[in-house]
């Protein structure tokens, strides 16, 4: 594999990296690592390791990270669909370990596409944990949702809105903000060789402005002590270091928290509680830098934010009694979750969540179903956010079962001739989807848009 690398970036890192400099060069002539984390919201290490056929070898970066050495396209695995697994650059999920995930925290994802952090950040939260994930651009934000869905997270929101916009309404909420900014991508050569092409120093300097202006909103959203953890995949000093001198000569009351906790990387440019990832690292290039605030916000926005705000008609009261009927005939819990309803569609609410008054949320917490002429169609993400003990009619397959591959291409299958109404659909106990079941046959309900092709 030949890389042709642009030379005034060589010259900078041989700057940088004097005698490790030829070590750096030779890793460009080597495949790029690849990598998955188990979604401990679904599977344990010890399952996935027992169902999937490929080798996983530990990743210093995350404690449910692998190493995979297979060429397969593990993105057609029945147990990827399931959402057991998301499949990730290795050291891409450092940052999240720099965060220190409690599983009460409130988190903001403030730059979250296409998901990986934010994935891993709620499989670290548990049930009481909140996730606020955010995209600017709404096609990346949309992919993110799926995501979202795919590796079942409950509470969540999803927004699509400039940090400029999004981070004024949400004073001193948050106990930990991960700002993983765009950048230049110069860490990401080795594996997209198309950021190569639009590379520039120039461009490297206009993304140290868009960068800056990113943390000046998201400071405004930390509590006092709270962490907020800058990365980016670049090696460009201008993307990292001065990204962080500028905010902290800028903002008094943040401080620089020493990183050497982290079992991997090395210390930053001039920045010793810093940490820098090189490909000589076992992954590919990252920055990672962990801010405390000392001071108080402004403003505080209320912890919990429930929908008794909203006045409930007799139409809505009406739709919500339909709602908690489904439910009752797909889930085997007694007690109901909150419902909201939103023009067409009926929302399960997160166990908290903090007011905003904006447009931009794409997602709040999990769609219930949507209302259709007199009937509640349940949605997928109702089923992917369910565990298996908690619905009445499953179908349980393992992901070699045909039966499988058919109902990823959109197929009917088999069901048992007792199992009548809404149906879930599992892998190894892991939900997939659903499907109506009548007469022994489950009719598919698994979006068109996830299926696979032929």
Known sequence: MEINLPYTFLKRMENILKDEYESFLRCYNEKPLKGLRVNTIKCSVEKLKLLLDTELRPSPFSD???????????????????GAFYIQ???ASGAV?????????KVLDLCAAPGGKSTQIAALLGEKG?????????????ILLSNIERMGIKNCVVSSLSPEK?????????????????????GMFRKDTQAISQWSEEHTKSCMERQLQILRSARDCLKKGGILVYSTCTFSKYENEDVIDTFLTENSDFELCDCGFLEFGREGIDMPFARRIYPMDAGEGHFIARLRRNSEPEEYTPDDYRN????????????????????SEIFSKEDYPDFTVVNDKIMINPVCSPVFGGKGIVRKGILFGEIRKNRIEPSHQLFTCAKKSELRNVIDLDYRDNRINTYLLGGEIEAENGIKGYTAVCVNGMTLGFGKASGGILKNKYPKGLRKVK
């Open 308 to 327: 008794s705000t909203v006045k409930e008609n007799r139409e809505t009261k009406e739709i919500i009694k339909k709602a908690k009927e489904l439910y």
């Open 97 to 105: 370990k720099a965060l220190k995930i409690e599983p009460d925290d």
């Open 64 to 82: 449910v990270g692998f190493y995979i050495e297979s060429d397969e396209k593990l993105g057609n695995n029945p147990l990827h669909h399931c």
């Open 166 to 186: 999004l981070c004024p309404e949400l004073g001193g909420y948050f106990d930990k903000i991960l700002v993983d900014a765009p950048c230049s991508g110069e």
């Open 89 to 91: 650059e290795p050291s």
């Open 130 to 142: 909140f996730l606020w994930s955010n995209e600017i651009i709404k096609s990346r934000a949309n």
